[in-house]
């Protein structure tokens, strides 16, 4: 890879890792508020529920309550001082025992004319009540409910409202009762949550942050302001409203408020309607600390990817780094291969110069061999033929001179001579041999006593002294009898050559058979053959006698037929003196070949 392409690479690698991230840390972020808002909600259900529960514990109780004679006789009698008093000692007594905060007996001009709260300085009777929302719903025979600052106390309160009807049915007056939330506001365990409740027009009136208290969410229109000021909903107490930020993030609404400490703080936020109170309930959740989770679990993520990619690169680079030591390797065996080619081309073109050489020997060898040949030949017939000449000249004097037994005795030496040539034609058709002739069975024994009978004259000329030595099992071998007594009569006019004139003029004919091989042995004790020649003996035309002794033909054609006979004929020095020629045969196997 180029720098340019690396370079890119990781840019694109950076960029993808880049978009990964932002991507998990969305996602991240939506599933820590979505568990946050479930969470919210779950608290929601539950401060709902025990908010709907405590008003429902007093609902019914004004109407039903209503309906007590006391009440009604005192609304009948607002002048009877005791029955007022005996009124309003059963007014405490009940507020007691219902639990509530206040109860007290309206007239219809809305001025309270029993209340459990007579004794206290800050009691309500006498108080006017007739701007209440609760008061004019009961007036009019509905039943109220309201909640409100109280005037007079200054408490937070629900305040429900009843009817009282005459003795024909009228309505006479009104019984309020009045609970205080704060219990169940101090019920609100803060933790991480804030619960707000809010009136119909957005106001905080419960919340478990004080500085929230009368505060709005929503901005307020004059309208909405008036209305709130004529309902004295919360007596002197100064609206505002809350510097709020609403946002939508997926599936979860998020509020930034700003709390206690004047920080602002963002929340999740869940609300759910109390339609019969009118009210509004929220449960907002922090964000930060949900916050704080997705970016761990994104740092953890971030981690992961870091040690993988770590991972990977180390993978890569040992491959890259097998790689190259594989191409490394690649590049040295090419080397070597090409190496190795020139080497062999460089010995395939000597091995041709060699053969070329070779080639040109043998052609010379030939060209000499032939010159020697014709040398020979022309001395061995042109002798001869001189000769006869000789003869026959004087022969044709001698009978014109009528001398007929001298002339009878040329004639017989032209005989001789004649007889000589065809000697040599014969040694010349002997080189131009029928090599496939048939193998038969040979007795070794006959074709040696044959041999000696043939080459008698020379030996007796060369005055050898010939032994033979055969063993009586000597097995029998296969060739062809003819030729192989033409290669031991060679061999024995050689050795009778050799040891013609030297002192010790014996020759020994000896035989043994051994694994495979039957061996005829001639051993001569001449000079033997030096060693410069020994493989050279064996070469048509090859010798060392002199011309017109010899044609150098002889260990030639016999090597030829040895080895015909799949046989071989080799040469050695014995060690005391003499060559050893030895005429090497195969056994002849029982059916194999026909007996001759
Ligand atoms: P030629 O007898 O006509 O020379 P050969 O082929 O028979 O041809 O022999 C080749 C040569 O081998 C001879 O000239 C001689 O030098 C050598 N040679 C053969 N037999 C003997 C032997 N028994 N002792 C020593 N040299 C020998």
């Known amino acids: 890879m180029t720098g340019r392409w690396k370079g890119l690479a990781w840019g694109a690698i950076a960029v993808a890792v880049a978009v990964l991230m932002l991507g998990v840390e969305r996602v991240a972020t939506r599933n820590a508020l979505g568990e946050g808002q479930v969470r919210a909600e779950t608290t929601l259900r539950q401060t709902v529920n025990a908010l709907e529960g405590h008003l429902r514990r007093f609902e019914a109780l004004p109407a039903l309550l209503a309906r007590n004679d006391n009440i009604r006789a005192a609304l009948a009698a607002p002048d009877d001082a005791g029955r007022i008093a005996a009124l309003n000692r059963w007014l405490d007594e009940t507020?007691?025992?219902?639990?509530?905060?206040?109860?007290?007996?309206?007239?219809?001009?809305?001025?309270?004319?029993a209340a459990s709260n007579h004794a206290r300085p800050d009691s309500f009777i006498g108080?006017?009540?007739?701007?209440?929302?609760?008061?004019?719903?009961?007036?009019?025979?509905?039943?109220?409910?309201?909640?409100?600052?109280?005037?007079?106390?200054?408490?937070?309160?629900?305040?429900?409202?009843s009817p009282v009807r005459g003795s024909r049915g009228a309505i006479a007056g009104v019984l309020a009762l009045k609970i205080g939330v704060d219990e169940i506001e101090a019920g609100w365990v803060a933790r991480d949550y804030r619960i707000l409740v809010t009136d119909p027009d957005g106001i905080v009136f419960m919340s478990t942050d004080p500085v929230w208290l009368y505060h709005s969410l929503l901005p307020l229109t004059a309208d909405q302001i008036a209305r709130i000021a004529a309902s004295r909903r919360y007596a002197e107490a100064g609206l505002s409203v809350l510097a709020t930020q609403r946002v939508r993030s997926g599936k979860v609404d998020l509020l930034q408020l700003v709390d206690g400490n004047g920080t602002e703080r963002e929340y999740v936020m869940t609300a759910r309607e109390m339609p019969q109170a009118g009210w509004t309930v929220r449960v907002l959740l922090e964000t930060a600390p949900l916050r704080a989770q997705a970016r761990l679990a994104v740092a953890a993520f971030g981690l992961l990817l870091a040690v993988a990619l770590l991972l990977g690169w180390t993978v890569w680079q040992r491959r890259?780094?097998?790689?190259?030591?594989?191409?490394?390797?690649?590049?040295?065996?090419?080397?070597?291969?090409?190496?190795?080619?020139?080497?062999?081309?460089d010995l395939t073109r000597a091995n041709d110069d060699l053969h070329r050489m070779q080639a040109?020997?043998?052609?010379?060898?030939?060209?000499?061999?032939?010159?020697?040949?014709s040398a020979a030949l022309s001395h061995e017939i042109n002798q001869p033929l001189a000769a006869a000449r000789n003869y026959a000249d004087s022969a044709g004097l001698l009978i014109d001179r009528g001398d007929l037994p001298r002339a009878r005795e040329n004639i017989g030496q032209?005989?001789?001579?004649?007889?000589?040539?065809?000697?040599?034609?014969?040694?010349?058709?002997?080189?131009?041999?029928?090599?496939?002739?048939?193998?038969?069975?040979?007795?070794?024994?006959?074709v040696v006593q044959d041999a000696l009978a043939i080459a008698q004259g020379r030996l007796t000329a060369a005055g050898a002294r010939v032994?033979?030595?055969?063993p009586a099992d000597l097995p029998l071998v296969q060739g062809g009898p003819v030729r192989l007594q033409q290669v031991l009569v060679n061999v024995l006019s050689n050795a009778a050559d050799a040891v013609e004139g030297t002192a010790d003029r014996r020759i020994d004919i000896s035989a043994q058979a051994q694994g495979d091989e039957v061996t005829l042995q001639v051993h001569d004790h001449g000079p033997g053959v030096a060693p410069a020649i020994a493989d050279r003996i064996f070469d048509p035309f090859f010798t060392t006698k002199q011309?017109?002794?010899?044609?150098?033909?002889?260990?030639?054609?016999?090597?030829?037929?040895m080895q015909d006979f799949q046989g071989d004929l080799r040469v050695a020095n014995h060690p005391q003196g003499g060559a050893v020629f030895s005429l090497v045969l195969r056994p002849a196997r029982a059916g194999a070949l026909a007996a001759e």
């Open 414 to 446: 032209i005989l001789t001579l004649i007889d000589r040539m065809a000697a040599i034609a014969r040694h010349l058709r002997n080189v131009a041999r029928k090599p496939n002739e048939p193998l038969k069975i040979v007795d070794l024994a006959a």
């Open 467 to 470: 032994s033979v030595a055969l």
């Open 127 to 161: 108080q006017n009540f007739s701007y209440r929302p609760y008061f004019t719903a009961a007036r009019d025979g509905a039943s109220g409910h309201f909640f409100a600052l109280g005037t007079t106390s200054g408490v937070r309160g629900y305040y429900f409202a």
């Open 320 to 345: 890259a780094r097998l790689a190259e030591r594989l191409a490394i390797q690649a590049t040295a065996q090419a080397d070597l291969e090409r190496q190795v080619a020139e080497r062999t081309a």
């Open 95 to 113: 507020n007691t025992l219902v639990e509530a905060s206040d109860l007290y007996l309206i007239d219809l001009t809305g001025t309270t004319i």
């Open 360 to 373: 040109d020997l043998v052609q010379a060898g030939k060209l000499a061999a032939l010159g020697r040949m």
């Open 547 to 561: 011309v017109g002794s010899g044609l150098g033909l002889g260990l030639s054609i016999s090597y030829n037929i």
